[in-house]
């Protein structure tokens, strides 16, 4: 059976995992995301992790749950996420959608950018999704984003964006990397954005 996503949950939150609770699709639990999981009753397909957010008495638990566990060395070449989105590829899933809430440590913060544009995840959790937009044009439909209150934009490198349909409108803009220039706009109600770049950026939605 070909797998639909790969849904990734590295921590806890009250998002609704039911339409992926199914065969059709795969859930990887990482680090406390495994318990997250397993609190609400959802099915883990693999758990991975160096698990040093958990305890020993947690961890039995995620192993008494879970048939594939994968626990990481400590020390390694990847945040634990990124291993969770190295072994979710195997799936050839057609998408993979990652779970995350910010931390303390900006370093993993920021990291959530580098994973959007090297492996094109969908990033999401209680308040934000972050997803790829890839050079050519791209309609952010209202009726899919009614919740979110900022919609912003970024490049890696030196792209032409082209913003129409929203709050905040430009023509061939030159965006260059970690430019704030596009960030904070808005959707008018009812009323579809189009995205226009010649280079992939990214897009932050919040709420």
């Given at each position: 059976m070909?797998?639909?996503?790969?849904?990734?949950?590295?921590?806890?939150?009250?998002?609704?995992?039911?339409?992926?609770?199914?065969?059709?699709?795969?859930?990887?639990?990482?680090?406390?995301?495994?318990?997250?999981?397993?609190?609400?009753?959802?099915?883990?397909?693999?758990?991975?992790?160096?698990?040093?957010?958990?305890?020993?008495?947690?961890?039995?638990?995620?192993?008494?749950?879970v048939n594939k566990v994968e626990i990481l060395n400590c020390e390694k070449d990847y945040f634990d996420g990124e291993e969770a989105i190295i072994r979710a590829l195997a799936y050839s899933p057609q998408k993979i959608i990652f779970v995350a809430n910010p931390t303390k440590r900006y370093d993993k913060n920021f990291?959530?950018?580098?994973?959007?544009?090297?492996?094109?995840?969908?990033?999401?959790?209680?308040?934000?999704?972050?997803?790829?937009?890839?050079?050519?044009?791209?309609?952010?439909?209202?009726?899919?984003?009614?919740?979110?209150?900022y919609v912003s934009f970024f490049s890696r490198v030196p792209t032409l964006i082209t913003i129409e349909?929203?709050?905040?409108?430009?023509?061939?803009?030159?965006?260059?990397?970690?430019?704030i220039t596009c960030a904070s706009n808005a959707f008018i109600p009812n009323k579809d954005g189009k995205i226009t770049v010649t280079e992939d950026i990214i897009c932050i939605m919040t709420k």
């Amino acid at each position: 059976m070909m797998t639909k996503n790969v849904l990734i949950v590295t921590a806890e939150t009250n998002i609704n995992y039911n339409s992926f609770n199914n065969n059709e699709n795969i859930i990887i639990g990482v680090e406390r995301g495994c318990l997250d999981l397993i609190y609400r009753d959802y099915k883990i397909d693999y758990a991975i992790g160096d698990f040093d957010k958990v305890s020993g008495e947690e961890l039995e638990l995620i192993k008494s749950k879970v048939n594939k566990v994968e626990i990481l060395n400590c020390e390694k070449d990847y945040f634990d996420g990124e291993e969770a989105i190295i072994r979710a590829l195997a799936y050839s899933p057609q998408k993979i959608i990652f779970v995350a809430n910010p931390t303390k440590r900006y370093d993993k913060n920021f990291s959530i950018f580098s994973l959007v544009f090297k492996y094109g995840i969908y990033f999401m959790n209680e308040d934000t999704n972050i997803f790829l937009i890839k050079k050519g044009t791209k309609v952010l439909n209202f009726d899919d984003y009614q919740e979110k209150t900022y919609v912003s934009f970024f490049s890696r490198v030196p792209t032409l964006i082209t913003i129409e349909g929203l709050k905040y409108t430009t023509e061939n803009f030159l965006l260059n990397q970690y430019d704030i220039t596009c960030a904070s706009n808005a959707f008018i109600p009812n009323k579809d954005g189009k995205i226009t770049v010649t280079e992939d950026i990214i897009c932050i939605m919040t709420k």
